[in-house]
């Protein structure tokens, strides 16, 4: 079941550069400019959002691409993180060096949430770096990217097993080949892939189970793994509560009510313009899969029932 402590959650966008080229993600671009805007800019539009939640708890991840990659990043966290009602969660695939972490603010508002990704991360440069953090007082949250392919499978385990708290696995979605529906199907994992992870899979609980009540009063709670890699995820036609729970922003400064409207006329505003309209309504879910896992987390239901 959802444990929601925030009113509020805003996924932002930072930089769609990345340094990594994972061929399963669609959101980055190793060619994208680097970002140009000053920490005092985008706290300046941040602190326009904040201020139509006043009195309210939110939850600020900051993503990419990869969002160490901004020059001025460590800055704009320390700063943003001198606000009590904010905690900040730092979406990164940690290839940034240990002396960059060194400069970041040790507060209880920063959480870290690095993703491993086979194809470009050392495993054990990746699990000093957690342990690092861990040690300097931060809560980390780390996700391990299971590839499709057995030969990253071996790499993928290393983190798993050595990483002690907050550890998970996480199976990969079918990059689309139009942006007409941007989430795809999970990958056909092989059994020795599934047998392999099964036992890893409870630990995923770390960020979430989601509870589904059904029309014939019954309820079961899944894990997010379950419902990622069973395709259990289509909320096409319930009521969601995107754009009032949460929010994504894009580079750009553009409002959504989530990352699966992105490629959608539903805009909310700009956080650079100062221009936001929060919604008087519930969207009525278009898409068949869910694989972004912040929307998924996100409230649906139907005739004012609770689903997910």
Excluded: W
Aim: proline share 3%; aromatic share 12%; glycine share 2%.
């Amino acid at each position: 079941v959802i444990k929601n402590t925030f009113d509020l959650e805003i996924d932002y966008l930072l930089t769609f550069r990345c340094n990594y080229d994972c061929s399963y993600c669609i959101s980055h671009d190793v060619n994208h400019p680097y970002l140009q805007r000053s920490p005092n800019e985008i706290i300046d539009a941040l602190t326009f959002i904040f201020k139509q939640y006043s009195n309210k708890k939110i939850k600020l991840r900051i993503l990419g691409g990869e969002p160490f990659v901004y020059k001025h990043f460590i800055n704009l966290v320390n700063e943003l993180s001198n606000n009590d009602f904010l905690q900040i969660v730092i979406i990164t695939n940690l290839s940034v060096a240990e002396k960059t972490l060194e400069k970041l603010k040790e507060s209880e508002n920063i959480i870290i949430s690095a993703s491993y990704h086979p194809e470009y991360s050392n495993n054990k440069d990746f699990v000093t770096k957690i342990k690092y953090l861990q040690n300097k007082g931060f809560k980390t949250y780390c996700s391990v990217s299971i590839h499709p392919n057995e030969k990253y499978l071996k790499n993928s385990i290393y983190v798993l097993e050595n990483i002690t708290e907050n550890v998970f696995p996480k199976f990969l979605s079918i990059q689309p080949k139009s942006n007409i529906n941007i989430y795809g199907k999970s990958y056909e994992y092989s059994k020795i892939i599934k047998d392999t992870i099964k036992k890893y899979r409870n630990s995923d609980s770390v960020i979430s189970d989601l509870k589904y009540e059904f029309s014939d009063n019954t309820s079961e709670i899944f894990s997010m793994s379950d419902i990622m890699i069973n395709n259990k995820d289509n909320f096409k036609g319930l009521l969601c509560k995107a754009g009032h729970d949460k929010l994504h922003i894009n580079e750009q400064g553009d409002i959504f009510p989530a990352a699966c409207f992105l490629n959608s006329r539903i805009i909310l505003g700009n956080i650079f313009k100062k221009t936001f309209k929060r919604p008087t309504s519930y969207v009525t879910c278009p898409f068949t899969s869910c694989k972004c896992t912040t929307d998924l987390t996100l409230t649906k239901f139907k005739n004012d029932k609770l689903v997910a």
